[in-house]
């Protein structure tokens, strides 16, 4: 798209190019109104080639585009840090910073209800790109992209797409499924466990994948218990860890942005599989591997795009072969041969030789969901919301959200830029103003 771009500028001034050089008639032939610059064409041996006319031919090079402030705004659907997408984000907001020389803000514990006065608020600070961080934006970000046709909208799951509006998300599922695999090779009670959030992006495609992987080695005998909770309720997901734990799991997948998931599972002994996380860290002496997101890259070249005035790439759903995706180096206290089985079917998904969602697929109740010989396409993995049918134990440890907390639209300035402040929204002097103190009611 931007070689396209570039081509037909160069077009467009060489068809603007009158071929003669200024004579008698023409004294201001050789004055250009615009900033590109115009150069005579050689030949190979560096002779300057003529036209028709005798004169030399020109081509255009074009000026550099100039380049645009960029002010970010980040919104978070909780902190912004303490869970695996948080500290990701986090981590592409200071890249923005360091790399590009970005300014940028963020307001966290945005509920979707508050998105567009979330928006607003960052808009008022001059943002001319949002960042959502979190799927249950999706289409909140959309209608707030059609609203706000002047800012670069990015939003971390879905696919829509429009002029102002990227979407992204990795092919986490690839990943899963060999990890899938790497559970069931390391069982000993071949009781696998699963820990979901509901709220996780793309979940069912998650754990459905891990499923297939593991059933590459048990095939019907595979037995893998669910367990609901949302990752940030440590309540909950203790909960629902002890109850797999209980029934007899000895490998657990966390299929969750929860650290402390990762670290519970390290401190009752229990292998685990997370995702997103630096897995040697939080649980040394338990983790089995897990699954990694690396796509700052697509959020720095989706920033350039607005530096610079160009189309951003529509929808991004970045895979293994493209380096947005990987799975976390096997532990060295895995089963002998592990590394070696998980090597080749990563290497099959890398390649593409691996159909993970490849018929005959039933979900968990028996309905035939991929018919033999169908092969599922990228678009309806996305929309996958079913168990596929290995999982034999279902529970839900998800406790309603019945007064939901909303936030006080504090429009954060980070301390990297601006010391140890934070201004607020209507702030018009951009004074910082000391944060309310919270009270129990």
Known sequence: MKKNKLLSFLLAGCMLLTGCSGGEDDPESDVTTDDNQYVEVTDADGEVVTGE???PVTEVIPAQPVEKELIVGFIYSGKASGNATADYFEAARGEAERVLGAKTYYIEDVLVSQFEKATAALVDKGCNVIVSTDARFVNAVADEAKANSKVQFISFGGNNSMGNLATFQGQLYKPAYVCGFA??????SNILGVLADPSVISVYPLVDAFALGAKELTELNTDIRINWAWGNKDTEVKEALDDLIAQGCDVIYCATYSQFAVEYCESRGVKVIGMFYNMPELAPNQYLTGSFCNLNIFLIDVLR????????VGVYQGGIDEGAVRVVAISEKAKEGTKTLTDKLYELCSDNKAAVFSGEIKDSEGEVKVPKGKTLSLEDIYTID?????FKVKKNFCQPVTQPVPSDLYVHEPVSQAGDTQTTVGDAENEPEEAPVETAE
């Open 53 to 55: 006319d005798g004169e």
């Open 386 to 390: 079913w168990l596929e049918s290995s």
């Open 183 to 188: 559970a069931a090779y390391n069982s000993d």
């Open 305 to 312: 795009t607005v530096r610079y005035d160009t189309d951003p």
